[in-house]
């Protein structure tokens, strides 16, 4: 079936630390997000890819970094410069250009210690 | 730019009464309009969606959205609340002309009462 693939599920860090949050996607879907998650502030855009070797920030990118050289992947670093790194992180593609139906993976929870 | 407004982050709602979750959007040009449901540490998948045809949307598992251009408003309705239905909702905006971006807003959490 298809459909996006995030890993790890959760992961800990310690602070200074970079960490890769993987997406993977076989929906052969051009765009791809990422989002993060805080309780009570709904979802905020941190990075999307239209295409390959191409992406944008979006509206909270500081501390974070992106790579799109694959069409079926986008993996995001969490660097040690992301002040309020401890949150849940989603990866999401569109279905066609412009459409909004945005299909989601499950999330990986990072927790910083 | 485009944006969602929903209140009350958390809905108490008996069990078998109607389900109610409001969203008021801004949008400068013809919006698409969304809901999504996030169930307890998982991804969203989609409700429904408004693109510009028929006002009232019908959606998955009994819910359905009425897009009102004089009120900017697109609420989120079901008749009979089940158990089931206890996740957060999150209603979103695009702009019809494109940008590839959804707005989303902040979300309500329902809570299903037996």
């Known amino acids: 079936d298809g459909g996006i693939t995030q890993s790890p599920k959760y992961l800990f860090r310690k602070e200074g630390q970079n960490v890769t949050l993987s997406c993977e996607q076989n929906l052969n879907h051009d765009a791809m997000y990422w989002y993060r998650q805080d309780p009570g502030q709904g979802l905020r855009l941190i990075y999307y890819s239209q295409i390959v070797n191409d992406f944008q920030k979006g509206d909270i990118a500081e501390g974070y970094s992106v790579s799109r050289e694959k069409k079926e992947s986008f993996p995001l670093t969490v660097t040690s410069a992301q002040k309020n790194p401890t949150a849940f992180y989603l990866c999401?593609?569109?279905?066609?250009?412009?459409?909004?139906?945005?299909?989601f993976g499950e999330g990986s929870r990072l927790t910083v210690l | 730019a485009q944006s969602v407004t929903q209140l009350g982050s958390h809905v108490s709602v008996s069990e078998g009464a109607l389900v109610l979750l409001r969203c008021n959007y801004s949008s400068s040009v013809p919006p698409y309009l969304f809901w999504y449901v996030q169930y307890p540490n998982q991804g969203l998948q989609l409700l429904l969606k408004?693109?510009?045809?028929?006002?009232l949307v019908k959606g998955i598992n009994g819910f359905e959205a009425e897009f009102k251009k004089s009120e900017t408003s697109f609420h989120l309705t079901k008749p009979s609340a089940h158990m089931s239905d206890a996740a957060e909702y999150f209603c979103a905006v695009s702009a019809y002309y494109g940008n590839n971006r959804l707005a989303f807003g902040k979300g309500n959490q329902v809570v299903v009462i037996p």
């Open positions: 408004y693109t510009s045809a028929a006002t």
């Open positions: 999401a593609s569109m279905k066609g250009m412009n459409t909004g139906e945005l299909f």
